[in-house]
């Protein structure tokens, strides 16, 4: 059985800015990020979908502790968005300062975008990330 949206693919559509997921046609929800069935129904009838990268905040925290190797990455934001097209998807808040931070953040318009970040000592080299900004 092969992956219909393989990460390296996903990881390379990060680095270009665009954010992939994969609509199911048995019930129609999308997942992101992919994985090998819906994760909905469980149907493995997936096509790979390109997703706007618009959402809303519906959770936030803020890292002042690092994984290690990346202690001059603190402090760091990650947000909960749910997206327009209806999965929720974790990544970082940049372009915002962390320590001003406040339950105002809850229900504002981000867009995604892809951001690569080094290597560590668990993975194989630089990795593309999901970031978001504030919508304009």
């Known amino acids: 059985m092969e992956y219909k949206l393989p990460f390296k693919e996903y990881n390379k559509a990060l680095r270009e800015n665009r954010l992939l997921g ?11 990020p992919p994985k090998m069935a819906c994760q909905e129904c469980g149907s493995l009838d997936l ?3 390109e997703l706007s990268g618009r959402g809303k905040v519906v959770s936030f925290t803020t890292h002042y502790i690092a994984p ?3 202690e ?4 760091y934001t990650v947000v909960l968005v749910e ?4 999965p929720w998807l974790l990544g970082n ?4 300062n962390p320590s001003k ?3 105002d953040l809850l229900g504002k318009e981000v867009t995604a975008s892809g951001r690569v970040y080094p290597g560590d ?16």
């Open 83 to 86: 997206l327009e097209e209806g």
């Open 22 to 32: 994969l609509k199911c046609d048995k019930c129609g929800s999308i997942t992101c």
């Open 72 to 75: 001059n990455e603190v402090p």
């Open 47 to 49: 096509d790979k979908v």
């Open 93 to 96: 808040l940049i372009d915002l």
């Open 101 to 103: 931070m406040s339950m």
């Open 68 to 70: 290690m190797g990346r």
């Open 121 to 136: 000592m668990f993975t194989n080299g630089p990795i593309s990330r999901p970031v978001f900004s504030l919508a304009e």
